[in-house]
């Protein structure tokens, strides 16, 4: 585990007077019991955060002037 992340573990495990394998354990179930369900939204959903953060030609997909030469 790395020490910062170990250091949060002993923070909080101190202030909440427990062990850290009680709150290890907890938070494997929570992640697990969460990682079976599959997400509801779309590719769309998920990448809404990253569309028009990028530059660059906005007629690449259709103008073949960028094709020429690509590939080798």
Do not use: H, I, Q
């Not at 290890?24 to 697990?32: C, F, S």
């Amino acid at each position: 585990m790395p020490d910062a992340l170990n250091a949060r573990l002993e923070k909080f495990v101190r202030s909440w007077s427990t062990n850290k394998s009680e709150v290890v354990r907890r938070a494997v179930e929570a992640y697990l019991s969460n990682a079976d369900k599959p997400f509801a939204g779309s590719f769309s959903d998920l990448s809404r955060d990253l569309a028009g953060c990028l530059e660059g030609t906005p007629d690449l997909s259709v103008n073949r002037r960028y094709l020429e030469r690509y590939g080798e």
